[in-house]
């Protein structure tokens, strides 16, 4: 599975944005999907998961109720809407798919990756 996120850009708190993460492939229906984060001098940070057929979600508690992920496996496509955005959550944001129905936050049992897009929120 290849996968290629966008969406990220500049914005200023309290705004919003949409990020996208498209994969390659016809078997993308059989990867739970996760969103990890990573700021500059820190270690990637879990962010929300998706379970195959997106009936279930995580959430760290930083982003809970201020970010939604959602996917569309006709599209082979997972999203995650960052809303009331503020400064901490300026961060190179990954996308990662892992194998099977069991979610995780452990960013070292995903299988693979995207290439990240970089989010920055300005005061």
């Not at 809970?64 to 006709?74: E, L, P, Q, Y």
């Not at 990756?113 to 300005?122: P, R």
Request: proline share 1%; charged share 20%.
């Amino acid at each position: 599975v290849q996968l290629q996120a966008s969406g990220g850009g500049l914005v200023q708190a309290g705004g919003s944005l949409t990020l996208s993460c498209a994969a390659s492939g016809r078997t993308f229906r059989s990867y739970s999907m996760g969103w990890f984060r990573q700021a500059l001098g820190k270690e990637r940070e879990f962010v929300a998961h998706i379970s195959l057929n997106g009936a279930y979600t995580i959430y760290a508690d930083a982003v809970k109720g201020r970010f939604t992920v959602s996917r569309d496996n006709a599209k082979n496509t997972v999203f995650l809407q960052l809303n009331r955005l503020k400064p901490e959550d300026t961060a190179v944001y990954y996308c990662g798919a892992l194998s099977g129905a069991f979610g995780s936050t452990r960013e070292e049992e995903y299988d693979y990756w995207g290439q990240g897009t970089l989010v920055t929120v300005s005061s």
